[in-house]
T-cell receptor, first 106, second 113 residues
Framework: SQQGEEDPQALSIQEGENATMNCSYK?????LQWYRQNSGRGLVHLIL?????REKHSGRLRVTLDTSKKSSSLLITASRAADTASYFC??????FGAGTRLTVKP | DTEVTQTPKHLVMGMTNKKSLKCEQH?????MYWYKQKAKKPPELMFV???????INESVPSRFSPECPNSSLLNLHLHALQPEDSALYLC????????????FGPGTRLTVL
């Protein structure tokens, strides 16, 4: 079953802009992961953030976690057309959020 | 080799057919997973195998039957499916334990007529 909601459901931006996606979850967690999925294909792991971490960076990705609000955000900086995909958060029991469909226009 | 392979890529079957989906990994992972994903929805966990033993079955109907013959292979046997079972079926693997990145295969697109 689905873990929670992601916000926004869809996001369309221009190349070079930043994209922020939010995820809420329902249960207590030890870690939260973010995945990316290109249209109709398998998922690719982006980043894992543990419950004792507030922020984590990986290249152009920045993830924050607020366990008191049961929410996380994924920021992609300087977006590229190749970033066009769906982005999902997932709790450690592998329940995924609803996902954000990101479109980056060249 | 950091790849999870799935065969077939596409499958069309009638409601009376029996078919199988296959998943393979050679990363030494001891946890393997099956997910079902409907269009524009997130993946839904179906089964988890840990050290070749079924550890999680998310109340999946018995017309789906998983099998893990060895640590590299995972099968999903399909029988008497319904049209609403049409979906993308994703396989994944990881190191055992909840803290680990999952590696996903490209999926099998299943259509049930």
């Amino acid at each position: 079953s689905q873990q929670g909601e992601e916000d926004p459901q869809a996001l369309s931006i221009q190349e070079g802009e930043n994209a922020t996606m939010n995820c809420s979850y329902k249960t207590s967690i030890n870690n939260l992961q973010w995945y990316r999925q290109n249209s109709g294909r398998g998922l690719v792991h982006l980043i894992l953030i543990r419950s004792n971490e507030r922020e984590k960076h990986s290249g152009r990705l920045r993830v924050t976690l607020d366990t008191s609000k049961k929410s996380s955000s994924l920021l992609i900086t300087a977006s590229r057309a190749a970033d066009t995909a769906s982005y999902f958060c997932a709790t450690e029991d592998m329940r995924f959020g609803a996902g954000t469909r990101l479109t980056v226009k060249p | 080799d950091t790849e999870v392979t799935q065969t077939p890529k596409h499958l069309v079957m009638g409601m009376t057919n029996k078919k199988s989906l296959k998943c393979e990994q050679h990363m030494g992972h001891r946890a393997m997973y099956w997910y079902k994903q409907k269009a524009k929805k997130p993946p839904e966990l179906m089964f988890v195998y840990s050290y070749e033993k079924l550890s999680i079955n998310e109340s999946v109907p018995s017309r789906f039957s998983p099998e893990c013959p060895n640590s590299s292979l995972l099968n999903l046997h399909l029988h008497a499916l319904q049209p609403e079972d049409s979906a993308l079926y994703l396989c994944a693997s990881s190191q055992a334990g909840a803290d680990n990145e999952q590696f996903f295969g490209p999926g099998t697109r299943l259509t049930v007529l």
